[in-house]
């Protein structure tokens, strides 16, 4: 899996640059996740404007970041594609977790938490 982790001053940005988080890449994603969740009450901005197509082990794999994150700890999602996006309404899941369009969008919302 291609996964880009940056540590900022106020939040990780981790962004996904493979087209496909599914049952193949989200344990690789679940490991290297919950490796740099380190320190108070990570702020987590998760970039997934490359991916195209995602499945129930790749939700399942974002959801255990939810679980992993300390308590203060805020998870966003950035720049979700139609696609994914319908994945996550489907699921429901656009009730849970915070969708924003794009990365500054996700880190506004994020720093203002």
């Keep these: 899996m291609n996964l880009t ?7 990780i940005l981790a962004r996904i640059e493979d087209a ?4 193949l890449s ?23 404007s490359p991916v195209a ?10 959801l255990s970041l ?3 994150l300390p308590e203060g700890g805020d998870l966003r999602i950035a720049g979700a594609r139609d696609a994914v996006r319908a994945v996550f309404r489907l699921t429901r899941l656009d009730k ?3 969708l924003h ?3 500054e969008d996700a880190v ?6």
Excluded: C, N, Q, Y
């Design 20 to 23: 496909r988080l599914d049952a």
């Design 5 to 11: 982790i940056e540590p900022r001053e106020s939040h």
């Design 101 to 103: 369009d794009t990365v």
């Design 26 to 48: 989200a344990p690789d994603f679940k490991a290297r996740m919950s490796g740099a969740l380190t320190g108070t009450a990570p702020k987590v901005v998760l970039d997934l």
């Design 96 to 98: 849970v977790l915070a």
């Design 53 to 62: 197509f995602i499945d129930s082990a790749g939700l399942a794999s974002i």
């Design 66 to 68: 939810v679980k992993g």
């Design 108 to 113: 506004a919302a994020a720093e203002a938490r």
